[in-house]
């Protein structure tokens, strides 16, 4: 059983909350570790994520060139996603964890 740490989303939200940042591959089982979520406007903004089809942060306020860091251990299995978006696409989320195939 290979176990590899790797980035599992980074980049900008999308408007649509429902916008699909990662999907476990088959035969594979994922463990987010970490997410960052940062906003790069000087003005609030707001995020959600799901985690395995349930949403865990719903509307939750960025400030101004801030950001939230949210520290978990999840385990998603074979073909689960994360999804999420923002208010804007000025907020950036930074998704890592491992993958166990």
């Known amino acids: 059983m290979a176990t590899t740490s790797k ?3 980074r980049g900008a939200a999308t408007t649509n909350t429902a ?9 594979t089982t994922a463990v987010v570790t970490n997410i960052v979520i940062t906003n790069t406007a ?16 719903t509307t ?13 251990k999840q385990v998603l299995t074979a073909t689960q996603t994360i999804t999420g978006g923002a208010s804007a ?13």
């Open 7 to 9: 980035t599992l989303f």
């Open 19 to 27: 916008t699909v940042l990662y999907t476990v591959p088959s035969a």
């Open 42 to 57: 000087g003005t609030s903004g707001t995020f959600t994520l799901g985690l395995g089809g349930t949403n865990f942060a």
């Open 60 to 72: 939750v306020t960025v400030g101004a060139y801030d950001s939230t860091v949210i520290d978990l």
């Open 89 to 101: 696409t000025t907020v950036n989320f930074h998704i890592g964890g491992v993958e166990i195939a």
